[in-house]
């Protein structure tokens, strides 16, 4: 994942980039950077490694010295961006948020021509962006180059195209992944998170529809290619990626997190002489619960906190079992809380399992009499081709793809998933009973798609619900 912001202003623009793009922190923890351009100095640009330091503390003297009245930050999750390309469209820098399925059909193709190379980046790779700047340039002009590459990329490509006259803004091309305007006196900015620009002064202008691409200058804003009909953003947006003050398509994240919370009670039916406490797991679980306790009459708690000072994020470092160790360290047992509690856990989701594994497990030893889970979301039960929410590198990681491969002796049909994926159906049932037992759960339900869509209060087809139900 990642996340980016950009400014263009009538004065320097340096301190709301800064800021703006700090406020992506949430969605990425390996690398940032930011570029700026000035009409006397040209380019400047920084970029750093934050996998082991904040991006405040990283960015802190290069926010000091660079200069420039437009610039595009970003916050990665994996490659080493934004870059500085020279082109035959002139010098431009460029970010990007997405995924790209089919990057080594694409990188063949570009290397055969011969006209390009391509730089590897440490584990061997390439760099996504860097490909995504040789399909833009492989075209006649910048327009045209964002257009193609959208539609060659297999996956998804939100991006920001930094130039001397102005900032190029591109949604991808099923608004998979967001982009908003902002607007003050002294110009605009372009934002991932909508309340990135807030504390800065914007106040929001307009969403960039699904392939819109736009313009940005510190006067106005011009749409270049106007927004498609076709609109699949990502679902896992607001259920757990969100920062719980953003908002996408004008549905606003904690609100929808508190009806999901309160569709679930309603579904799920316990009541407090079943349960002593309702709990969310910090923090993208925590709303869904209050919704929850609002609804059942369950007494919301907090049994234990996140350790924040030094461990906001629970992305770091790359490899799973270190992200695993640290999400263990940050949760910190309020004992007076838990002990002899019949504890009700709601999370956001539950991929592989570990995690809430173990987090279950360190209830059970502070003492927990019971702890009944209620995931936010249904069953996940492909891996994500247009984000990268997961790292998984094959689905039967998935702990419903595993439990199912075992209920059923092996590999099954799409047919039969389906089946699987209906909370109305014998599979289904037997599924989520071998996950909780698998778990040590003292009883599992999962959220419903249905209810969880409804929450959001955006039509199904509007969606993009392929890691649940498959559907593209």
Not at 144 to 149: H, S
Not at 199 to 211: D, F, I
Not at 255 to 283: H, I, S, Y
């Amino acid at each position: 994942m990642g996340g980016f912001f950009a400014a263009a202003l009538k004065e320097d623009c340096v301190f709301d980039l800064f800021f703006g793009t700090d406020y992506h922190s949430h969605l990425g923890t390996r690398r940032a950077g930011m570029i700026v351009y000035d009409g006397e100095r040209g380019f400047n640009r920084a970029i750093h490694n934050i996998e082991n330091t904040p991006f405040r503390t990283k960015f802190e003297k290069d926010s000091q010295e660079m200069h420039g009245f437009m610039g595009i930050g970003c916050i990665s999750d994996y490659e080493a961006q934004p870059l500085l390309i020279r082109s035959r469209h002139g010098t431009y820098a460029i970010t990007t948020v997405g995924r790209i399925n089919n990057i080594d059909a694409l990188s063949r193709e570009l290397l055969n021509d011969g006209s390009i190379h391509l730089m590897e980046m440490s584990g061997g790779d390439i760099n996504a962006t860097e490909l995504v700047a040789s399909l833009i340039n492989s075209r006649e002009n910048l327009i045209e180059g964002i257009r193609y590459a959208q539609e060659r990329i297999d996956g998804s490509m939100t991006l920001m195209l930094l130039t001397d006259k102005g900032i190029y803004c591109a949604r991808d091309k099923v608004g998979r992944t967001p982009l908003v305007i902002g607007r003050k006196e002294e110009g605009f900015c372009a934002s991932f998170e909508s309340f990135a620009y807030l504390n800065l002064g914007y106040s929001a202008y307009r969403e960039l529809g699904p392939g819109e691409i736009v313009v940005m200058t510190p006067d106005k804003v011009v749409t270049l290619a106007a927004p498609g009909k076709k609109m699949r953003i990502c679902t896992f947006l607001w259920v757990y990626y969100g920062y719980p003050t953003s908002s996408y398509e004008g549905v606003s994240v904690e609100g929808m997190r508190v009806r999901c919370g309160k569709l679930l009670a309603k579904r799920d039916g316990m009541t407090k002489n079943e349960v002593d406490a309702v709990a969310g797991v910090p923090d993208s679980g925590t709303a869904h619960a209050v919704g929850y306790a609002n609804e059942s009459g369950v007494p919301f708690s907090r049994p234990f906190i996140k350790y924040t000072p030094t461990w906001p994020r629970s992305f770091m470092p790359t490899m799973q079992s270190k992200r695993d160790l640290i999400a263990r360290m940050k949760l910190i047992p309020v004992k007076e809380l838990i002990e002899d509690q019949r504890l009700l856990l709601i999370d956001d989701s539950i991929v592989r399992g570990t995690q809430l594994r173990e987090t279950t497990e360190f209830l059970y030893n502070s003492g927990a009499k019971e702890v009944h889970v209620r995931p936010a979301c249904p069953p996940i039960m492909f891996g994500c081709r247009y984000i990268n929410f997961s790292r998984s590198t094959s689905e039967m990681e998935l702990i419903a793809r595993r439990v199912i491969s075992r209920l059923e002796g092996g590999e099954v049909s799409r047919e039969v998933l389906e089946e699987y994926a209906n909370p109305d159906t014998e599979r289904y049932a037997r599924m989520q009973e071998g996950i909780c037992e698998e778990m040590g759960f003292t009883s599992l339900r999962f959220n419903r798609l249905d209810d969880m869509i409804e929450a959001i209060g955006i039509p199904r087809e509007n969606l993009c619900t392929y890691c649940w139900d498959g559907r593209e």
